[in-house]
């Protein structure tokens, strides 16, 4: 001091370690899924784009989010997690046909990878139907799983049957 006198204090400070903050594995999913993001490694978790944590949302686009986990010591870390939306395919059943008995119909859908139709047919299968009205629907699933569906109608119009007869009248 003024004096030329000294003093001592000492002072202990902790350094506390960061959170390992983990914001989870990246996710794909098909457009229109939702997706819950749950942070890991603190006690409470702030997420961007307003998402909230273990609470699901539908993601709109191909997105990076970002949580910030805080600590009960208060302190913060952050990480990231990727989530790809995928678009949903186009899937087409063909146009709805109206034809003759004895014509096979050819089922066959475009705008996927696999299909699965509600007929029990395979894909370019085609099958013999009785006179009537069919409704049958195709689910396509593209590389990426996404799935979409289409109707397919068709009607089987009976074969005329001719009665000929010897018979003449005057």
Request: with cysteine.
């Amino acid at each position: 001091d003024a004096n030329n006198c000294e003093g001592t204090d000492n002072v202990e400070v902790t350094v506390n370690a960061l959170p390992t903050v983990d914001a989870g594995a990246a996710q794909a999913v098909c457009s229109g899924d939702q997706v819950t993001l749950s942070g890991s490694g603190a006690v409470t978790y702030v997420w961007d784009n307003g998402i909230a944590d273990g609470v699901a949302f539908t993601s709109l686009a191909t997105t990076t989010y970002t949580v910030i986990g805080t600590d009960a010591n208060n302190c913060e870390n952050t990480d990231q997690v990727n989530v790809d939306v995928n678009p949903i395919p186009t899937v087409n059943a063909g146009a709805d046909i109206t034809q003759c008995e004895n014509e096979e119909v050819i089922f066959l859908a475009t705008g996927a990878n696999s299909y699965t139709w509600s007929s029990g047919a395979t894909n370019g299968e085609g099958l013999l139907y009785t006179p009537g009205n069919y409704n049958f629907t195709v689910t396509g699933t593209d590389a990426n799983g996404c799935q979409d569906s289409d109707d397919f109608t068709f009607t089987i119009n009976g074969v005329p049957v001719l009665i000929t007869s010897d018979d003449q009248y005057f």
